[in-house]
């Protein structure tokens, strides 16, 4: 590991942009090998260790910024750094390997809509693959029980039904319903 510098770390917090591009440049290709470790082959074109540290780099200089990684030396960055990367990876490997968005279950697919799959009776397996990407598209982002909740919906449950399903309240539903109906009118 490259020893950093106080005067480095001392620009950087005062905002040096090549500050912060010598700390990536010191860092992100052990960091990127080790996202690698958490992440399996299967996921290689959906993301990879690159993918990660960027993200892990984004979340250290904002939160550094507001003072929550008050870190003084080079073992302190690599601790959170490395900590970070860990969690992300881990994080995005899991998300990855949902149901809807499992990669063992993945199928090429032409140019479909969404809506032909709702329309259809029996959707063809390339149909139902577009779908899951849109919808995966359209909750990017968001909470992972709006996720369930539109799983939920799609699979004709009501709005009292989904929250005693997840244990959650009625107006938590309205509201993920709504935000989810917002979203899918944006993408269509």
Known sequence: MKFVSPQLLTK???GDEDAAKQLFDDFSQRLTALAEKFLSGKFSGRLDGEDVVQSVFRTFFVRSARGEFPVQDT????????????????NRARHHSY?????????CATELTWQSVVSSSTPDPEEVAVFAEQLEAILEGLPEDYCSIMMLRLDGYNHTEISKEL????????RAMNVLQERTQKFL
């Open 167 to 174: 244990g959650i309240s009625r107006q938590t539903v309205h």
């Open 99 to 107: 149901a809807m968005r499992d990669v063992e279950k993945e199928v």
């Open 12 to 14: 950087w917090r005062n």
């Open 75 to 90: 073992m302190e960055i690599w601790r959170v750094l490395s900590y970070l990367t860990k969690t992300k990876a881990q």
